[in-house]
């Protein structure tokens, strides 16, 4: 089992075997870059190739300073400072060639990296997605400003 994440208030938390996978993630993707980050926002997404779902599956993890989708905890598929990030957007277009459900993509357009797109068939994944990523990007935009 993944070891227990301690906040950053080093209050250890009850076991989430999730959130304890996550801050593992975390920790050793791209050998520990982002060890110190924390961690308020993860969810597992499929991994689309087209319209056809793999089987496989990315986590997701949005810290206070960047948006992550890691395929493990060596390989890193995406990543991009909140900072840099310019636009979110949700569309909806498209099925799933296996169910025949609707696909929805929430697209993340970046200064730096390259743009990037989240899909699933699961429409309050992307919603919740959407909302956090948007709170968490007008928060350090904010802080931003107050620095300078």
Known sequence: RHPRYINTKNILEPYDEDYAEANQ???KVETGKYSKH????FAEFPIYKKTKQTEEEGMLIVTEQALLFCKSEKKLLYSSQLGEITDIAVY????DDKTRQKLYHLYVYSKKNRNYV???V?????????SIL???KATKARVSKKQS
């Open 25 to 27: 993630i975390l920790i």
């Open 38 to 41: 924390s961690i308020r926002y």
């Open 92 to 95: 909806e277009g498209g099925t």
């Open 118 to 120: 989240f899909e699933t």
């Open 122 to 130: 699961h429409y309050s994944l992307i919603d919740k997605t959407y």
């Open 134 to 136: 948007s709170k968490e």
